[in-house]
């Protein structure tokens, strides 16, 4: 164990030191991996690339001796399948015959009837052919290759093709290989052309295989310029018997001497054949293929929190390949010829070599805290991956070790070429993917200090550049809430099914990409399998159409009058004037006949060329090489045998001239044969039927990608329905146009959300509270007003002053004129309240209000500093004391809030605001400062509390901080740090309890308790007690929230006290933040980065928890005892409250996180950073984000498990938390100035609360109801 | 070919008797009074059982070719339609099989208790699909010395998959047995005479026949307990709204 620590110590160490170096030369160290990338690649470029085309090897005829199965020592370079005999022997007899000279009298027909019918000889020449020597009598049935059926499928060939004997094809097995049949047959050319597959054809058609040339070369149509027939005569052997051969060749030969041929006749060719890749033979490598991308899809998600999302996946997949790729350099450098079929094990070896540790990585070192140099993030992130990457390579390493050990050739090489890559992976990532990730985090860095920079300024922050990729455009609206969408990555997760999938086409734009592709893929194997299709056929048109190559025959039309001044004949002038109408330019022999000359009569309409002359060229000593690499294996393939990895011996053709006299031709004719008519341009028509061959498919692809296109359009509309980016179809249920909606124009049907405006304050909101029943809330001038959250009806108005008419203290007495003035003045601040925001119209209207007003300066020197926002010299202007209180109210909430979240750490002076002083006349106001002036004398850079301090009064009463609704009963904590508790109902004073001298910065009340967070740090406990002079107790069945007791009502009868049972003096060492209570435990959050719990009943500490790295910001509680807080760092922490262990730690906002949320299956966090991001509660893990506006807000509520609500700037968004798309954007009024949603309330009733000004906005959720009930 | 039909047969076998199993369980767990919750649980299932059929069908197509192409290397162009010929109540049987045991899976694991928290991500997944498809691969491609080899080796990539994928107890257990159920199911089919192998080695089957059905178990289960891990959570926040 001891062992293993100090190892694993080591290994950490070791990472940590190595991340600190890739941090720190990034550049130097992703060129060296690129190099050494290169290096162990280079001995790739050795490698033939991967192909199904045939492999050929030339060896000589002389000293040919069949290869033995043993592979030799002395290599060479002979391939290594050239080993044991091959499959058969090809013997092909060339034979090129024509009817010379040519006569006038003769028809097209005679062109090829006549030199076809020799064929039937010859092959009775081959057939008969005897070799008698010493070692005995051998004939072509001993040796040729016997087959037997042809392939099931192929019963229409089997009239044609050899069955039952000897292999042999040629022209003649059209006629069953009977002259008869020949002789008697009208149309020969019809004969031909009936077994021509219909359609495009790619593969070796029975005339190739027959004619044993490209049908081009035939010479066997109507339009035969050259008059010259060739074919072949295809004999395979199966064993090779050089006399036998020898004597064939010579007889031949001397029957039909081709003089002036000097085709080579000492090579054999040995054709080696790859391994045929059909359908069927492709689908499961596809599948193989399509389970690595989604993998590869699937792991590349998951990368998250960095700054260029697809560039780290990017890096991540080249990470793998390359290591493939150095693997089999690696390999093949040391002598292992890779044999596997590299495209099938590619997959597995990725599956293998896997994704996981780069992603580990990144998740690791994007989990660093975020206010680390970048250097120390790595290295940390390495560090804390270690011993899992070490532990995972070694297991690896372990598995494939055992794969080696099978002994199984294959599985032998799969397992090298796998550690290889294992180890060539490891490095990389080490060095290649750490830089790049290290380059990534300090961009991210970069991008995240730009951002911060204008807001420290005090400025509003300019929105930066789009950290994700994808921003909607402000709608027109305003000022409206914009929605900023994630990465299509993070959509898809939350999409409906469907949805994702229609998006993914519509995104990617998947129906136009696929048909290019297919089209690009399907000319290209048109061209690969075909070369004696389109190919060959450019390079003729090519070589047809240069104006050099042939004026006489193809260039120039016949008529011209061209050809008289060239009378033909002349061989010299022939061959230096007139080359012949072929590809080749210098063929190396011609060929005349023995009279042409004298025979040429010069014809003005007939060609010139009388005398067809046959030529042998060095394109026919390989005449097979122009056929299509798939003619054997098709021809073999009849016969069910197969080339595939194996060779076929392809034997030096032997030549055959055959020249036919007229006479023999026309004795040859079939009566039907002069029926055809002389073709009148033949030129054009040759050039017409195969230029309408082309036509025709082209037309065919034409219509086929028409039909294409229109089918997946036709598709796409019935797939998706929706106009996007066209406002043209708009969505029934919607009518208000501007409502954002999502990039796709989707907008979701959520009926119209109606916003109920509940009005009476004259300033602007401070606290909110509610039980569900009844809403009370707090404006900053003091006043206390209920409603009924069902009706939005005002209940009570309990006036900053009532306190005078309690009759607690008749001190107060003479305040009560105040009232009705206040009153008045209530309705006729609304008008002037938007000019409040205006320092000029403040100062004026100083004047007016200015009675009587004794001046404070010692409390007043202190300003706030506030100057960039407010336009104001309060600092020179005495504090006035106004009589008409509410008239003071302007509009400063959305600015004290930015003023406090700007000032982080503001100075103690922004304490005593004079902008919201309340009502209080100079006694009052004489009475109840001294407390408040002790307390800011006592505070100290808090931000909390200092902006609450923005907002209390300066002078006279103390302002509410905090306020708790349970029951009828109102508990509001004072800046004076007094706690009183209403009569939500009545409006009457229950009780007070000045215990504390701090201000009470935070309530939480609980069933009976009350806990009370002061501004210095303390934490009192109250119990509040009734004495029921009636004995009535009686429970209102309010909604309580989920199990929670319903608060018993108190009736007005009872005396209520409220007593201090116990004070924590101590609890934080700073100011309480946040304070919440639920499931029986109060916890609270301090500046000094510590959370703490608290059981209520006997107020005991129960833990401490520390992990955060600045002050606690937000804190969430619920039954279920889950406890979730953020602080400034940005760092959200899930505790277990039975045990006090952190359950997880993450890094989610740039800045404090303002407000968490959880459900049961997420937590919603919300930032300064504008950002709301939904974590799984259980992994930790972050589901998606959404990024919002700059300053919109923090607020955030849950209605349903899958329904959050973000309030905005003059607005609450709704928004789906399943798949994260905004439903709806309510707006909260018609003004749509900045005022942001500072508080937001959840209602049990499904409606929403949110402040919005001075207004209260009380927001049902029909959708919500409905799936409620 | 043939052992991919005998592994689809087997598997149905075997189904059948699982599938009597599971629709006993179904109703059980759906003891919650209301209807809304079991008709989503059902629907739910419905769509995870045609999910993993589907599956189960594609990959005895593609896996049943494997086997097709290790006898004939060279296909008439008629190839294709004879993948589908011949033997049409393969992949049917295959994707039913799947079906329950990817619902059998998730099902024994609530049972039991312990829910799967191994590798929970659907890279994992995909790559679990990749490493059985692998093995079928191999057993079709490589050549190997005789069949014991062939048979160890399989025997060892199997628990390998089983190692670096699921590592539970119940899984292995299962995946065993029904490895064996099907096994046996292939036998009687074959001493029955419904098909048979070209060169049986473990009476009338091939030797490595179990192994195939075991890492076959492994990765439908895998998917099978993905899948419901979107209705546990969606069963749970469902609860909770009631």
């Known amino acids: 164990m001891t062992l293993r620590e100090r190892l694993r110590a080591k290994i950490s160490a070791a990472f940590y030191r190595h991340g600190l170096l890739c941090a720190s030369y990034p550049v130097p160290i992703i060129l060296f991996t690129s190099a050494s990338i290169l290096t162990c690649c280079y001995p790739l470029l050795r490698l033939p690339l ?54 006038s009298s003769l028809v097209p027909v005679d062109v090829f009837r006549s030199p076809l019918g020799r064929a039937f000889s010859l092959l009775e020449e081959i057939r008969n052919h005897v070799h008698s020597d010493s070692s005995g009598v051998r004939s072509l049935e001993t040796l040729c290759l016997q087959v037997t059926d042809l392939f099931p499928g192929l019963r229409r060939m089997q009239s044609v093709l050899p069955e039952h004997g000897c292999l042999l094809v040629s022209p003649g097995n059209y006629w069953q290989n009977q002259r008869e049949l020949f002789d008697l047959d009208p149309d020969l050319l019809k004969t031909i052309q009936k077994h021509e597959p219909k359609g495009l054809h790619t593969s070796a058609t029975l005339r190739d295989l027959l004619f044993g040339v490209p049908g081009k070369y035939t010479g066997v149509s109507h339009y035969n310029r050259k008059r010259v027939v060739t074919y072949t005569i295809t004999v395979v052997l199966s064993s090779y018997d050089a006399r036998f051969l020898g004597s064939m060749r010579a007889r031949l030969k001397q029957l039909h001497p081709s003089a002036n041929c000097s085709l080579r006749d000492d090579h054999m060719v040995h054709v080696h054949f790859k391994e045929e890749i059909g359908i069927a033979e492709l689908i499961p490598l596809v599948t193989t293929y399509i389970i690595l ?53 590619f997959p597995y070896l990725v599956v293998v ?90 961009r991210m860095e970069l991008a995240d200090l730009n951002r911060r920079l204008p807001a420290e300024a005090g400025l509003p922050p300019p929105k930066p550049g789009p950290l994700r990729t994808r921003e909607v455009p402000p709608p027109p609206r305003p000022s409206p809430h914009t929605i900023t969408l994630q990465t299509p990555a993070f959509r898809n997760l939350r999409l409906p099914k469907r949805l994702r999938v229609v998006y993914f086409l519509a995104r990617t734009r998947l129906a136009q990409r696929i048909i290019m592709v297919g089209t690009v893929i399907w000319i290209g194997i048109l061209v690969y399998t075909d070369p004696a299709g389109i190919r060959t056929y450019l390079a003729a048109q090519v070589s047809e159409q240069s104006p050099l190559g042939d004026p006489a025959g193809g260039g120039l039309p016949p008529h011209l009058g061209v050809a008289p001044v060239f009378p033909g004949g002349d061989p010299t002038s022939t061959l230096s004037i007139h080359p012949p109408p072929d590809p080749t330019p210098l063929p190396e022999n011609q060929s005349q006949g023995h009279h042409g000359a004298a025979r040429a009569v010069p014809l003005p309409q007939a060609p010139p060329p009388s005398v067809p002359q046959i030529t042998w060229g060095a394109e026919d000593e390989e005449g097979w090489r122009r056929l299509s690499f798939r003619h054997w294996p098709s021809l073999f393939s009849y016969y069910n045998i197969t080339l595939a990895k194996r060779y076929i011996s392809i034997l030096p053709v032997i030549p055959v001239t055959v020249h036919l006299s007229p006479q023999e031709a026309i004795e040859t004719r079939h009566p039907q044969d002069t029926r055809h008519p002389p073709p009148s341009i033949p030129k054009v028509s040759a050039d017409l039927q195969t230029d309408l061959t082309l036509y025709k498919v082209a037309a065919l692809g034409l219509a086929a990608g028409v039909l294409l296109v229109l089918l997946l359009f036709c598709l796409y509309r019935v797939l998706c329905p929706r106009n996007y980016g066209q406002n043209g179809v708009v969505h029934g249920r919607r009518r208000r146009g501007d409502l954002p909606c999502d990039d796709y124009g989707y907008s979701p049907p959520v009926s119209e959300i109606s916003p109920l405006l509940l009005r009476g304050h004259s300033m602007d909101i401070e606290c909110l509270a509610s039980d569900g029943m009844l809403l ?49 003045a209530e309705t006729e601040c609304l008008g002037p309240e938007p000019l409040g925001c205006d320092g000029l119209s403040e100062e004026e209207g100083y004047p007016l209000r200015r009675r009587a007003a004794p001046a404070w300066p010692t409390l007043f020197n202190d300003q706030p500093d506030l100057t960039p926002l407010i336009d104001t010299n309060f600092a020179s202007q005495p504090p006035s004391h106004l009589c008409t209180p509410p008239r003071h109210g302007f509009d400063f909430g959305g600015l004290v809030e930015r003023a406090y979240i700007e000032h982080e750490p503001p100075s103690p002076s922004t304490y005593p605001s004079p902008s919201s002083n309340s009502s209080s006349s100079p006694s009052a106001a004489q009475l109840q400062r001294r407390p408040s002036l002790g307390d800011a004398a006592t505070f100290v850079a808090q931000d909390r509390a200092s902006a609450a301090g923005t907002q209390a009064t300066g002078d006279g009463e103390s302002s509410v901080w905090a306020m708790e609704l349970r029951g009828n009963l109102i508990a509001a904590g004072r800046s ?130 520390q992990g955060h790295s600045g002050g606690i910001t937000a804190i969430y509680i619920d039954q279920t005892m889950v406890l979730a807080s953020g602080g400034q760092d940005g760092a959200i922490c899930l505790w277990d409250v039975l045990t006090g262990s952190r359950v997880s730690h993450v890094y989610g906002h740039r800045g404090d996180v303002t407000s968490l949320v959880c459900t049961t299956s997420c937590v919603i966090s919300s930032g300064l950073d504008d950002l709301i991001c939904i974590w799984d509660r259980s992994t930790g893990i972050k589901l998606y984000s959404i990024q919002q506006e700059v300053g919109c807000g923090a607020s955030l509520g849950v209605i349903s498990e899958s329904l959050l609500v973000t309030g905005g700037q003059g607005c609450v968004s709704f928004w789906d938390l399943n798949f994260g798309d905004l439903l709806q954007t309510v707006y909260l009024g018609q003004s749509s100035d900045g005022q942001g949603v500072r508080q937001l309330l959840v209602l049990d009733n499904a409606a929403i609360i949110c402040d919005f000004g001075s207004e209260l906005s009380l927001v049902y959720v029909p959708s919500v109801l409905e799936k409620l009930d | 070919m043939s052992l991919t039909l005998t592994a689809m047969s087997n598997s149905t076998v075997t189904r059948g008797q699982q599938q009597r199993s599971g629709s006993g369980q179904m109703p059980q767990p759906s003891q919650s009074p209301y209807i809304s919750v079991i008709t989503n649980r059902t629907t739910n299932m419905v769509i995870r059982g045609a999910m993993l059929f589907f599956v189960g069908v594609f990959l005895a197509l593609v896996l049943n070719l494997l086997q097709v192409q290790r006898n004939v290397t060279l296909f008439p162009p008629d190839v294709i339609s004879s993948i589908f010929s011949s033997a049409w109540w393969v992949p049917p049987c295959c994707g039913t099989a799947s079906a ?91 001493y029955n005479g419904v098909f048979q192998y070209t060169s049986p080695d473990f009476l009338y089957i091939r030797s490595w026949l179990p192994c195939i059905f075991f890492a076959g178990v492994i990765t439908m289960g895998n998917i099978g307990r993905q899948l419901a891990l979107y209705e546990y959570k969606f069963v749970q926040e469902k609860t909770h709204q009631d």
Not at chain 1, 1020 to 1035: A, C, H, M, R, S
Not at chain 1, 1077 to 1093: E, F, K, L
Request: with cysteine.
């Open chain 1, 50 to 103: 991967p192909g199904t085309g045939p492999v050929e090897f030339t060896t000589g005829v002389r000293d040919y001796s069949v290869p033995s199965h043993e592979p030799q020592g002395d290599l060479g370079e002979r391939p290594d399948w050239y080993r044991g005999p091959p499959v058969a022997y090809i013997q092909q007899v060339l034979v090129k015959a024509a009817v010379s000279p040519w006569d």
């Open chain 1, 293 to 345: 991308f989604a993998y590869i899809y699937f792991s590349t998600r998951k990368i998250d929190m960095v700054k260029s999302k697809w560039g780290l996946a990017l890096a991540a997949v080249v990470t793998v390949l390359s290591s493939l790729l150095m693997s089999v350099g690696l390999c093949t450098l040391f002598g292992l010829t890779p044999t596997l079929n590299g495209g099938e094990i």
């Open chain 1, 353 to 442: 070599i896997g994704l996981e540790n780069v992603l580990v990585l990144t998740k690791s070192v994007v989990s660093t805290p975020v206010d680390l140099e970048v250097k120390l993030r790595i290295a940390q992130g390495l560090s804390n991956e270690s011993w899992s990457i070490m532990k995972n390579m070694a297991t690896e390493l372990c598995i494939v070790l055992i794969g080696y050990f099978t002994l199984v050739p294959a599985i032998q090489e799969f397992c090298l070429f796998a550690v290889v890559g294992l180890v060539s992976d490891f490095f990389l990532q080490m060095f290649f993917f750490t830089t790049v990730l290290s380059i990534d985090i300090r």
């Open chain 1, 776 to 824: 009370a809330s707090c404006c900053l001038a003091g006043q206390i007003r209920v409603w009924d959250t069902q009706t939005g009806d005002c209940l009570t108005v309990i006036p900053n002053d009532g306190l005078r008419r309690s009759g607690s203290s008749g001190f107060w007495e003479h305040r009560d004129g105040w009232d009705g003035v206040c009153g008045a």
């Open chain 1, 976 to 1105: 004076s740090g007094k706690l009183e508790l209403w009569d939500a109902v009545e409006g009457s004073l229950r009780c007070i309890n000045e215990d504390g001298g701090s201000g009470i910065t935070a309530l939480a009340f609980l069933n009976n308790r009350i806990v009370a967070a002061r501004l210095n740090g303390s934490l009192d406990f109250f119990t509040v007690e009734i004495n029921k002079p009636l004995g009535l107790l009686q429970y209102r069945g309010g909604p309580g929230r989920g199990s929670v007791p319903p608060s018993p009502c108190y009736s007005s009868e009872d005396v209520i006290s409220c007593q201090l049972t116990r004070s924590v003096q101590c609890a934080h060492q700073k100011p309480i933040t946040v304070l919440r209570a639920a499931a029986g435990r109060v916890v609270t959050g301090s500046q000094d980065h510590t959370v703490r719990v608290y059981r209520l009943e006997d107020s005991c500490c129960l833990f401490t928890l």
């Open chain 2, 100 to 190: 329950v045991i990817g619902l059998l899976y998730p099902c024994i694991d609530s049972r039991l208790g312990e829910p799967h928290k191994f590798k929970r991500e659907w890279s994992s997944v995909m790559r679990c699909v990749a490493v059985f498809v692998g093995i079928n691969h191999a057993s079709a491609k490589v050549d190997f010395a005789n069949n014991v080899q062939l048979s160890l080796t399989l025997a060892a990539l199997s628990i390998g998959l089983w190692w670096t994928f699921d590592r539970s107890r119940s899984g292995f257990s299962l995946g065993v047995s029904i490895a064996l159920l099907a096994t046996l199911a292939t036998q009687l089919l074959v």
